[in-house]
T-cell receptor, first 113, second 113 residues
Framework: EADIYQTPRYLVIGTGKKITLECSQTMGHDKMYWYQQDPGMELHLIHYSYGVNSTEKGDLSSESTVSRIRTEHFPLTLESARPSHTSQYLC????????????FGPGTRLTVT | AQTVTQSQPEMSVQEAETVTLSCTYDTSESNYYLFWYKQPPSRQMILVIRQEAYKQQNATENRFSVNFQKAAKSFSLKISDSQLGDTAMYFCAPQGGSEKLVFGKGTKLTVNP
């Protein structure tokens, strides 16, 4: 199993709250990604990073923000959660120049009430 | 790859039988990787098999093999001797630009006893 962790695994929170989803990997991978996935549906890339202090928006527009201050850590923040943010969020990482295989975390299932 | 099509939203197979999941994609890249990922119910996304586009030989990983036809931009996954543990969502993911992966909508595979 890949060494990539996400916390919390499940989160139920009220509208308007600020939340941070944590993602950490111990593999020393330079590249990290956040995907949004509705149950049984495709993955949409919302953020990615190719290294410390590098972040880019993905293909799906998202109100969330990310930061990459340390190689191993790639948190995602929602300043004001809304019911439309209810989804599963998957974090992934990959090693630069090594076949582009991505390793996935277990995901955070977010419900905004 | 810019678009990925998995034309079978759901499939079912009897235990010990063989099943093939289809995937077609569109890309302007000449050299790239393609992946099949598996996402079991409520479990982590894991890599099933990887194919390098410049290699003519189809990749094989135990009971899993691919039929890669580069000119036709087709990348199907064959699962032999299906097992109950193969029940999962399967995602085709060719490499897109900037070393990102582009995921299809997935095929939900159910293996029946």
């Amino acid at each position: 199993e890949a060494d990539i962790y996400q916390t919390p695994r499940y989160l139920v929170i009220g509208t308007g709250k600020k939340i941070t989803l944590e993602c950490s990997q111990t593999m020393g991978h330079d590249k990290m990604y956040w995907y949004q996935q509705d149950p049984g549906m495709e993955l949409h890339l919302i953020h990615y990073s190719y290294g410390v202090n590098s972040t880019e928006k993905g293909d799906l527009s998202s109100e969330s923000t990310v930061s990459r201050i340390r190689t191993e850590h790639f948190p995602l923040t929602l300043e004001s959660a809304r019911p439309s943010h209810t989804s599963q969020y998957l974090c992934a990482s990959s090693e630069y120049g090594r076949s582009y295989e991505q390793y996935f975390g277990p995901g955070t299932r977010l419900t905004v009430t | 790859a810019q678009t990925v099509t998995q034309s079978q939203p759901e499939m079912s197979v009897q235990e010990a039988e063989t099943v093939t999941l289809s995937c077609t994609y569109d890309t302007s890249e000449s050299n790239y990787y393609l992946f099949w990922y598996k996402q079991p119910p409520s479990r982590q996304m894991i890599l099933v098999i990887r194919q390098e586009a410049y290699k003519q030989q189809n990749a094989t990983e135990n009971r899993f093999s691919v039929n890669f036809q580069k000119a036709a931009k087709s990348f199907s996954l064959k699962i032999s001797d299906s097992q109950l543990g193969d029940t999962a969502m399967y995602f085709c993911a060719p490499q897109g630009g900037s070393e990102k992966l582009v995921f299809g909508k997935g095929t939900k595979l159910t293996v029946n006893p």
